[in-house]
C-alpha cells in the first residue's frame, strides 16, 4: 500500500468481503450482484459501515476520513458515508489515582459500542469491524486501557466482526515494541493491523481467512514500492542491531517520569503526562498555553507538535537517547519557568 | 499525492468545497456544520455526487471506485456512494465510414449527460464535477471524439460544475503530447487534470479558484515524495532531449497503420483499430480469440496485454521506436495467420 489512508481503506474491504461471504455462505455473487454493483447499486453495492471513536484520526480518504473524528478541518463539506461513531475512553490521570472511575469509564464506552453495534444491525447498516487506534495520536494522545482493548477484542468476536487496529503512528516502534497493541495482552491477535509512517510505506497484515477469494478484489498499480523496502529492510536491521527499542524504552522513562516531575512543579500550567515509550504527551492548562510552551520551545531549540486541544505531543525518532530526554526536559522546564 | 487514487479523491474534495463556498455564498461553514461533519451527520458532512461514465476506471478508494465502472471485480461488495453514472460514446470504427452514426451517438451520451445532472439537483444530491478519461483505457480503450469532450466541457460551464480530466494512464506522453486532452481543441482548459503512472507519483493540477480556502483541508503525511520527483525530473528532461515525444507519434502511425492493414487482412479476427500516439488498441471478434492472441504473442516474444472485454491494448514505453513497431505488427500477423 502506498499510505496510511489507503491501508485502511484495503483493510476495510477485506472486512467487507469477509462479511458478505458469510451472508451469502460461502456462495459466490450471482449475475444480478456483479451487474448491480457496476451502477453502484443494490444487492452489488451493499450497505456496511465500520464503527470508529469519537477523537479517531485513520485518514483522509473517503473510507478513511468517515472513521476520522479529530478535527473538523479535516472533514467539513467532504460527504462521506454515514457511519457511527464510539466514546473512547476519557481518562482522569495519574491513572493509579482514579482506577475507579476509570474502570468505569471503559466500562460506558465498551457499552455504547454494544449498543451501537445492535441499532446498526437493526437500521440494516450493519458493522463489518471496528477500528481502533492503540493510542489515539492525532486526536490528543487519549490512551485506552488493556481492559478496554480486550472489551473490544471480547465484542468483536462476540458479534463475528473484525478487529482493527490502526497502528499507524504507533507502529514501528515508539513505544517501545514493534506494535503498541503488544502492550494490551489479548487473548488473540488481531484480525488486522495496519501501518505506514515509521515503516515508511503503507501496508497491512491480517488473519488468514481475511485473504479475499479472488484476484483483482485488492490491487494497485505499483502494489507497494520496492525501493521503499528496502529502506525499511535497514530501518528493521539498525532497530535490532542498535537495540533501538530498548534505547526507545529508557529514554521514554527519563521522559515521562521529567514530565511528571514538571506537572508537579507547575500544577497550573500542566496535567496528564502519560506515554508509552517515547510516545509521550502532556496536557496545558489552556490551547493558547500549549501554543506558546510550543512556540517559546522552538526559541530554546526545540521543535515540538501539538495534539488535540490542548496536549503537547512528543514524538522522537528511533535515535532519541535519555540524554536527548534530559535535554528536553530542561528545555520545557526552563520555559514553564517563564509563566 | 501517492497514487492516481488518491490523486482523484483530493480532486473530488476541491470539487466539494469550491461547491459548498458558493452554495454559502462565500461564508465560512457555521459552527452547527464544524460539530455535525465530526459525527458524519448534515449539515456539515453534505449529499454531494459525482459524475461518471460507464466502462470508466478512476481507482480503487471508495470515491474513486464509486466512479469506476469498468469491471465487477473491483466493486463487488464494497459499499459506496450512490454516484450517477452516464454513458460514454461506443462508436463505429472505421470513424471516417461511420460519422453521422458517431455524431449521433455524441449527441445521445451528452444529452444523457444534461438530463442526470438535472435529475441529481432535483434529487437533492446534486453533481458537484464530472469525471472522465480522455480515452477509457482499463474499460477497453475507448475514445472519446473532440466534439464529445467540447461538449462536456460546455455542459460543465453551463451548470457551473467542475470538469476533471483523468490523464493517469493517458498523462506522460503515450499519446504523443503530454496531455492525451490536448488533442480535443477545448475552448477553455479542464478544471482539473490528475495524473499519476507514467509521472511516476500521483498528482493534479487545477485552475486557481479551486484552491481550498484554509491550510489542512488537503494533506498528507508525505505531500508527495522527494524521491519520485527527482526521477521525474530526469524523466522529463529525457523526453525532451530525446525527442520521445515525436518517437512515440512516430512509432505510432506505424502502430495503427500495422493494425489497420491487419484488420483489413482478417476481418473476422480484428476490428476497430484504434490510437493517439503509441496509446493503441484493436478488438478481436471474441474474448477468448482475444486472450489466445495475447498467449501466442508471448511465445513469439512479446509481452501485450487485454482491456476491457474484447480489447488487445498497446502500451509500450516512451523508448518504443518504428522499429519496434515493425517488429510487433510482424510478430501479430505471423499469430493472426495462425487462426
Given at each position: 500500500m502506498m499510505c496510511g489512508s489507503c491501508s485502511n481503506e484495503n483493510a476495510f474491504k477485506l472486512m467487507y468481503f469477509k462479511y458478505m461471504d458469510k451472508v451469502r455462505g460461502g456462495i459466490p455473487p450471482n449475475d444480478e450482484a456483479m451487474k448491480s454493483c457496476l451502477d453502484n447499486l443494490s444487492p452489488g453495492t451493499p450497505r456496511l459501515s465500520v464503527l470508529s471513536f469519537h477523537g479517531g484520526f485513520h485518514g483522509r480518504t473517503p473510507g478513511a476520513l468517515a472513521c476520522t473524528h479529530s478535527k473538523s478541518i479535516h472533514k467539513i463539506d467532504v460527504p462521506l458515508y454515514d457511519w457511527p461513531v464510539a466514546d473512547f475512553p476519557r481518562y482522569k490521570y495519574p491513572l493509579e489515582e482514579n482506577t475507579q472511575e476509570n474502570t468505569a469509564e471503559d466500562k460506558r464506552c465498551l457499552d455504547k459500542v454494544e449498543e451501537i453495534l445492535e441499532r446498526q444491525t437493526k437500521n440494516s447498516n450493519p458493522c463489518v469491524g471496528i477500528i481502533v487506534e492503540p493510542i489515539q495520536a492525532e486526536g490528543g494522545d487519549h490512551h485506552g486501557s488493556a481492559n478496554f482493548f480486550q472489551g473490544l477484542q471480547d465484542i468483536c468476536k462476540k458479534h463475528d466482526i473484525v478487529y482493527l487496529v490502526d497502528e499507524v503512528q504507533t507502529g514501528g516502534g515508539p513505544t517501545g515494541k514493534m506494535w503498541a497493541h503488544e502492550y494490551f495482552n489479548l487473548r488473540d491477535a488481531p484480525d488486522i493491523v495496519t501501518f505506514s509512517k515509521k515503516m515508511l510505506t503503507g501496508g497491512l497484515y491480517h488473519k488468514p481467512?481475511?485473504?479475499?477469494?479472488?484476484?483483482?478484489?485488492i490491487f494497485n498499480?505499483?502494489?507497494?514500492?520496492p525501493s521503499k523496502l528496502i529502506l525499511l529492510d535497514s530501518v528493521l536491521k539498525t532497530i535490532r542491531q542498535d537495540k533501538l527499542l530498548e534505547t526507545t524504552l529508557k529514554a521514554g522513562d527519563v521522559l515521562l517520569s521529567g514530565l511528571r516531575r514538571l506537572e508537579n512543579q507547575f500544577p497550573s500550567l500542566l496535567h496528564s503526562a502519560r506515554g508509552i515509550g517515547t510516545f509521550c504527551a502532556v496536557d496545558a492548562d489552556t490551547s493558547a498555553r500549549r501554543d506558546q510552551i510550543l512556540a517559546k520551545l522552538r526559541t530554546e531549540g526545540v521543535h515540538c507538535g501539538g495534539c488535540g486541544e490542548t496536549a503537547i505531543r512528543i514524538r522522537p525518532a528511533l535515535i532519541f537517547e535519555t540524554k536527548h530526554a534530559n535535554i528536553f526536559i530542561e528545555s520545557l522546564e526552563k520555559v514553564l519557568k517563564t509563566f
Open positions: 481467512d481475511l485473504r479475499p477469494n479472488n484476484a483483482y478484489q498499480t505499483w502494489v507497494g514500492d
